[in-house]
């Protein structure tokens, strides 16, 4: 038997529909596909990275339900970005004003855009320069403002459109403006050990 490594890298050409169904027919796998079309399966998180998500998503939620700014979405939403990819951020969130100018065919498949905020949340199994390079790639299709948290390196890369990387080390907090107004994320529980 070979063993795999995930994430599981196959270079399948599947059309939008396909993939779509793919998706479907599969909800205990979680798909992204590149801008090439490689078809990337991911493998389920730990328990610790799980609690992480679900902090992160209950916060942002919270914060988005005080302001009604947006909407608020978790690890299994997808979207298909500019450059042709299918992605699922951690947690991402999208103005309400584009949000609504989505069409309800549009909302209920992949939403055909990039987030205007994108959080990736760095696991045990993660390759760093992958997750950098996912980071980039949705600032290079409209993203406004990234978080990449690496628990293991106590770390919060921050991805701006032209602007360099920058990088928080063992913050305790995180602010989100001018993108995420008045949002402060709480990493007190994101990087306890």
């Known amino acids: 038997m070979t063993a795999l490594t995930f994430p599981l890298e196959l270079n399948l050409k599947l059309t939008d529909e396909q993939f779509w169904h793919l998706c479907q027919n599969n909800p205990n796998l979680q798909f992204e596909r590149t801008a090439t079309g490689e078809l990337i399966i991911m493998p389920p998180t730990g328990g610790a990275t ?32 500019p450059n042709g990819a299918n992605r699922s951020p951690d947690a991402s969130w999208l103005t309400i004003d584009r949000w609504n100018a989505l069409t309800r065919e549009e909302r209920d498949k992949f939403l055909p ?34 978080w990449l948290i690496d628990p ?31 949002f402060v994320l ?3 529980e994101i990087f306890e050990d």
């Open 50 to 81: 799980s609690d992480r998500n679900s902090e992160i998503n209950f916060q942002l939620r919270a914060w988005n339900r005080k302001t009604r700014l947006g909407k608020v979405f978790e690890s299994a939403g997808g979207f298909k970005l």
């Open 113 to 146: 855009l990039c987030p205007d905020f994108v959080l990736e949340l760095r696991s045990p199994s993660d390759s760093l320069s992958q997750v950098q390079a996912k980071m980039k790639e949705y600032v290079e299709n409209g993203a406004k403002l990234g």
């Open 152 to 182: 293991q390196r106590k770390i919060v890369e921050i991805y701006r459109i032209d602007r360099p990387v920058e990088i928080l080390e063992n913050p305790i907090q995180v602010s989100g403006e001018p993108v995420l107004p008045g």
């Open 186 to 188: 709480d990493l007190s």
